[in-house]
């Protein structure tokens, strides 16, 4: 099953999906002419957003479930699982990503209709279940709904696109990457290099606790790597095989390992993370949330690996 932002090519199969459960809300609605206005408007304004995602069936392009949300109010507005579906590992998923892209550090509110069949009751327990609790009842066109709230948590937000989407998708167009509107940056003790093509540089204290911890970064843009000419690759890449020798030789490092993420950051670059007898991961990848305490003795001796990195790449 892929989780993934809803197109407007899916417009019909969310209807439908929502059309799947009108038998359910019937069964307890007084007025359910209402239910559809506006659905449509509704459905275009959350794609444009990145507020609605599906859930498909990889293999048949069924819909299995869809959810809403809206940023801005903090809560879900829409909810369905298919009854063909596998509900609890859909509405897991669905709702892991909603709350990933809402802001947890503040109440989230939804409403669900009230009723006795099995589909309604099971989207109840789920919500239950992971924290949403009972308001109050009201009745939105006739319909008996349940308001939930999940109240706010002071755990800690990721920045990668799993929790700011649009931010990260804005900066993953070259006229609005930071990378090529903001070049300038104040701190440039930790620069190793900087030429007309590629940016090296060192981070204090360092991602993982390793000692000499870098990115190489490509100046020009581009946010998948297989959109880089080929050329332009492997001259890439070439740089990155230099910076990884030089690296090794200043740190004395067992291994280099070489990471591409760009899942926070949206332009391109590769980490360089060298890797120590002693490191915090024996058979374990590197956990990149972990900087402290600094892998240095102190601020010099990181001025000081900067310097060698300096001498190795001239």
């Known amino acids: 099953m892929l989780i993934r932002w809803a197109t407007k090519q899916d417009i019909p199969m969310w209807e439908a999906l929502s059309r799947e459960y009108d038998q359910y809300i019937s069964e307890v609605a007084t007025d359910f002419c209402k239910w559809y206005d506006g659905f449509n408007d509704h459905m275009n304004r959350k794609i444009e957003q990145y507020e609605a995602v599906a859930a498909v069936d990889r293999m048949s392009g069924r819909c299995n479930g869809a959810i809403a949300f809206s940023r801005s109010h903090n809560r879900i507005t829409f909810f369905a699982v298919s009854p063909n579906a596998n509900h609890q590992e859909t509405a897991e998923r669905l709702l892991t990503v909603a709350l990933r892209q809402l802001n947890t550090n503040n109440d989230i509110s939804i409403n669900l209709p009230v009723g006795e069949s099995t589909p309604l009751r099971s989207d109840r327990r789920h919500y239950d279940n992971n924290g949403f609790e009972f308001v109050k009842e009201i009745n939105v066109d006739g319909c008996p709904m349940a308001e939930l709230v999940r109240k706010a948590d002071d755990n ?159």
């Open 156 to 314: 800690k937000r990721g920045k990668s696109f799993h929790y700011r989407y649009p931010k990260f998708i804005k900066e993953s167009k070259q006229e609005t990457c930071p990378c090529i509107t903001e070049p300038e940056h104040d701190d440039k003790s930790g620069d190793i290099l900087m030429n007309d093509r590629y940016w090296v540089h060192g981070e204090y204290p360092g991602q993982g606790r390793l000692f000499g911890k870098l990115c190489v970064i490509p100046l020009k843009h581009y946010f998948h790597f297989e959109d880089m000419p080929e050329e332009e690759a492997v001259a890439f890449m070439q740089e990155v095989k230099c910076v990884g020798k030089a690296l090794r030789k200043v740190t004395g490092a067992v291994k280099i390992n070489y990471e591409m993420h760009a899942n926070t950051a949206a332009h391109i670059h590769i980490h360089l993370f060298p890797r120590y007898l002693d490191d915090d991961f024996p058979s374990a990848p590197i956990d990149y949330r972990i900087n402290e305490p600094a892998p240095y003795e102190n601020y010099d001796e990181f001025l000081w690996f900067v310097e060698q990195m300096r001498k190795e790449l001239k």
